[in-house]
């Protein structure tokens, strides 16, 4: 089937914007939050035509006007009608007679629009301050606000007309009127400040280099800043670096300055292009509906993203911001310098920038273990996606806003990733940033596609990049690579993955350009680089006693080995890197959802691991667990069973880790061991840790101690799962009242692990009614989760979904993302057709990719309980768990 790239929603070719020149005033700074706005947007006329089309979502044009400048006159067109069509969300300029070619044409609008609490556009973010505010900080109810935009993918139309569209870009100049005691943060440095109206003044910032109107930014409010600079010097000056925060919270941003500065000159040295703009802002916003937004030199991020806390925080999230602030910064340059053609290609941008955040995490935190880390997360959470009949290819078409919206998902990001990873170990990374960097000089300040980053690297290479990456970026899903073995030798076959199993010829006609990376060729230590490009092949000369496929796992690919190799390897633990140990145990569990190998083959395999120290492997060990138990939890005698083992397994190590740190300064990967390894202990009935978490949470929670900041998840989870009505009461005032930075979200997943049904409607009245629109598939995920109250969640979007809807759908990343979260995790086909029933009929459009992805999970997941149950329940009892 011929997929058309070309099928898109675009503005007609008439008109080519050069510069917008835009101006915000009339800010009402409570009530309706209105505000008033001009833009002159100076363009070519490149087709005669009687009407202009462009974007325009949310904002009434109060007029419209063409100026055309020749070289003694001026010629003014006023449009005689104004029209919109809503669904499209366009604005036609209609004029009386036709406005001829032109290379300087002023199209000139007035328009006022809302600062809405979408987070999309032109946003405000409620908070409740830690210090007192400037006096004319705007309220919103009981909070105060700040205001700030969020434009990618197709929202800039939400603030002011343009021609919102990512190859149509235009330099911007831009103005705003606001409270004298207030701040305004854009994507220049400031150029000019004048007095406006009574308390207020007014702004203008430089003009921006030639970008897409999706990266344009801006913010106001009651903002204060840390400040560094970059080593480095660029145009003969040290570049300043800020991290803003509203008042009270600058101490957090420490950590996130720590890493910016080093990170932009890392970035200007591996693209060997310096950052191109003279300022870097990074700024904590209180609602964000992502984790962070790249716009060119006013990044924002939602708070748990770019604070820290030394005292109080998490140390986890120590990872999430230094790695989500090298994510963005990435983005300057690959994506902002140099801008995907259209949205089907966005893999381009966040593949790319997902890949080269680790690498600089890892550059600036070797003792990390960054891609380990990656494997475990961002590899097994593609392959997830990646593994149902509803994934979709890295490249796919994109017709219009709505459609991109649902692309910013885990094939894009992480299997995106893999396959760059994959690409960039095989060509070697030297060579690889070597075509990335020509890719990026070729196209400074424009736009490209796939192919043009293919070609710099072919280049740059010798190889033809496109033939090995073609069939990873167009074809959907991935390889399984059977291996049988014979003395001296192995056949391997590659074939299509699916979690269902049910694999069909019309599913598998891809042949996969592979990278085996074979350890334990005969005779070499060395790994063997084999280019795969077969459905089946032998490889001779094989250590029979140690071989591993797939070399720390840099192929985005699965291994089905037979289950004497897997065992035998289960006994050559020390032998395997963490990358590897992470890949096998990966693979085993997805090869047991998909009926390829067995549970029980997992089980044993994981068995061997007990001595283990390393965080991330036990971070993997547990996920595959989880998936197990995920799907067995309504069988009670299983689930019983699989808690023994759990226990047994796990035991170990909790009784060598305990509860206390260590003395000094303990390794980063050790304090998220204690509360990982803690934390399933609990919820798996360790009567000495649940005793001692129930203990710590009463002390804490009556002011009577302290919790290690690590301990949180873990203490306040086992507390709730164990508790009852108190504990929950008492949790509750704790996400009312914490100060911490990632107290809420800490708090709100451990509410949702409660086991008494007669609580869930006081969680969901809660979800709904108190928590930021932006944390609500937190709770979500928890709920889905928990087998007690995964029904009640559903039967309550039942019961409201038009209120839902409403309160969600006006952001679909939003609504998309919470009815993903809620409905995954069931087991059995009439939950499916339940699903199915409901939402048959209704207009999906925003989230209907999600609803096939949440089908094919359940039934996948279905077909796993009904094939595997019996033989699980046997193994568990023959092996004294049952």
């Known amino acids: 089937m011929a997929v058309d790239f070309n099928d898109r929603d675009i503005l007609p070719d008439t008109v080519k914007p050069i510069n917008y020149d835009i101006s915000i ?70 004029f009386p007679e036709e406005i001829p070619l032109s290379e300087k044409a002023a199209i000139v609008l007035s328009f006022q629009g809302t600062i809405n609490n979408d987070m999309a556009g032109f946003y405000r973010s409620k908070y409740k301050p830690t210090v007192t505010p400037a006096p004319s900080v705007p309220k919103d109810g009981e909070h105060h606000v700040m205001l700030s935009t969020q434009f990618e993918s197709c929202d800039a139309r ?13 330099t911007f100049d831009f103005q705003i009127e606001f409270p004298e005691d207030q701040v305004a943060l854009s994507n220049m440095p400031k150029k000019a400040v004048k007095k406006g109206k009574d308390g207020f003044k007014i702004v203008s910032f430089e003009r921006t280099p030639i970008m897409s109107t999706y990266l344009l930014a801006w913010a106001v409010g009651d903002f204060e800043y840390v400040e560094d600079f970059t080593k480095r010097t660029y145009n003969g000056k040290h570049l300043p670096v800020r991290v803003y925060t509203t008042k009270g ?25 310096d950052y191109p703009l003279p300022k870097c802002d990074l700024l904590a916003v209180h609602e964000f509906s992502h984790g962070a937004m790249e716009n060119w030199g006013l990044i924002t991020y939602r708070t748990t993203a770019v604070l820290f806390d030394e005292k109080a925080s998490d140390i986890k999230y120590k990872n999430r911001v230094a790695y989500v602030v090298a994510h963005e910064l990435a983005h300057q340059w690959f994506g902002d310098l140099v801008t995907m053609d259209w949205w089907n290609e966005l893999w381009l941008n966040e593949g790319f920038a997902t890949w080269v955040g680790w690498l ?10 960054v891609w380990p880390q990656f494997v475990s997360d961002g590899m097994q959470t593609a392959f997830t996606l990646d593994s149902l009949r509803s ?43 070597k075509g990335v960097s020509n890719y990026l000089k070729a196209h400074a300040y424009g736009n490209a596609k796939t192919n043009d980053l293919w070609s710099a690297l072919s280049q740059a290479s010798g190889e033809d990049v496109p033939a090995l990456m073609d069939p990873w970026i167009r074809s959907i899903g991935f390889p399984v690579l059977t291996v049988s073995e014979d003395p001296g030798q192995i056949s391997v076959k590659q074939t299509r993955y699916l979690s269902t199993g049910d694999v069909k010829a019309n599913d598998d006609n891809t042949t996969w350009w592979i990278p085996l990376g074979l350890e334990g060729k005969s005779g070499t230590t060395a790994v063997a680089s084999i280019a795969f490009t077969k459905k089946q092949d032998v490889i001779r000369e094989v250590d029979d006693s140690f071989y591993k496929l797939n070399k720390d796992n840099a192929g985005f690919y699965r291994v089905n080995l037979p289950p004497t190799r897997l065992s035998k390897l289960g006994g050559q633990i020390n032998r395997l890197s963490i990358c590897d140990k992470i890949g096998l145990i990966g693979d085993a569990g997805a090869l047991a959802l998909s009926g390829e190998a067995s549970t029980p083959g997992l089980l044993g395999f994981l068995e061997g691991f007990q001595s283990e120290t390393n965080f991330l492997v036990w ?64 919820m798996n009935g360790h009567e000495q840790v649940v005793a001692a978490a129930k203990r710590q949470f009463d002390l804490y929670t009556t002011g009577k101690g302290h919790v290690d900041p690590n301990l949180r998840g873990a203490i306040f989870g086992i507390a709730i799962r164990e508790g009852g009505k108190s504990e929950y009461a008492a949790l509750k005032k704790e996400w009312q009242t914490t100060t911490s930075v990632d107290g809420r979200e800490i708090s709100l997943r451990a509410l949702g692990r409660i086991r008494d049904t007669e609580l869930l409607p006081d969680y969901l009245e809660f979800l709904f009614n108190e928590v930021a629109t932006q944390d609500m598939h937190t709770g979500a995920i928890m709920l889905a989760a928990n087998s007690k109250t995964r029904n009640g969640l559903w039967r309550y979007i039942q019961d409201n979904f038009d209120p839902i809807k409403e309160k969600l759908g006006k952001n679909m990343v939003v609504l998309d993302r919470f009815i993903k979260q809620s409905l995954i995790k069931f087991n059995d086909r009439e939950a499916e057709k339940e699903i199915a029933v409901f939402f048959e009929g209704r207009d999906n459009r925003g989230y209907d990719r999600s609803l096939k992805v949440i089908s094919d999970t359940i039934l996948g997941r279905a077909a796993y309980k009904e094939r595997d149950a019996k033989m699980v329940s046997e193994w568990l009892a023959a092996h004294g768990y049952a």
């Open 391 to 433: 994934s979709h290819p890295i490249e796919v078409p994109v017709k219009d806003a709505l459609d991109v919206d649902q692309i910013f998902d885990h094939i894009s990001y992480f299997k995106g990733s893999s396959v760059i990873r994959m690409l960039a170990n095989h060509l070697g990374q030297e060579t690889f940033l």
């Open 158 to 170: 939400r603030a002011f007309p343009c021609f919102d569209e990512p190859n149509l870009k235009a």
């Open 619 to 682: 971070s993997r060990i547990l996920g595959s667990l989880g998936t197990v138990k995920s799907v067995f939890s309504e069988d009670e005698a299983i689930m019983n069973a699989l808690k023994k083992f759990t226990l047994k397994l796990i035991a170990p190590a909790v009784e060598k880790i305990g509860w206390e740190s260590s003395e000094g300064e303990e390794d980063f990967l050790t304090s998220q061991l204690r509360a990982a390894l803690l934390l399933s202990a609990g």
């Open 360 to 369: 600089a995490t890892d550059h600036i935190h070797p003792d990390w273990h």
């Open 249 to 273: 919270l600058k101490g957090q941003a420490q950590f996130a300055l720590d890493h910016a500065p080093q990170i932009i000159d890392y970035f200007s040295e591996i693209f060997q292009i």
């Open 25 to 94: 005033y009339d800010l009402e700074l409570g009530g309706d939050f209105g505000y008033q706005g001009t833009v002159s947007i100076l363009s070519e006329v490149i087709k005669s035509s009687k009407e202009i089309v462009l974007n325009s979502h949310q904002l009434k044009i109060h007029s419209a006007e063409v100026k055309l400048e020749h070289t003694k006159t001026q010629q003014t067109f006023t449009a005689s009608e104004i029209s919109y069509d809503v669904p499209r969300q366009r604005v036609t300029l209609s």
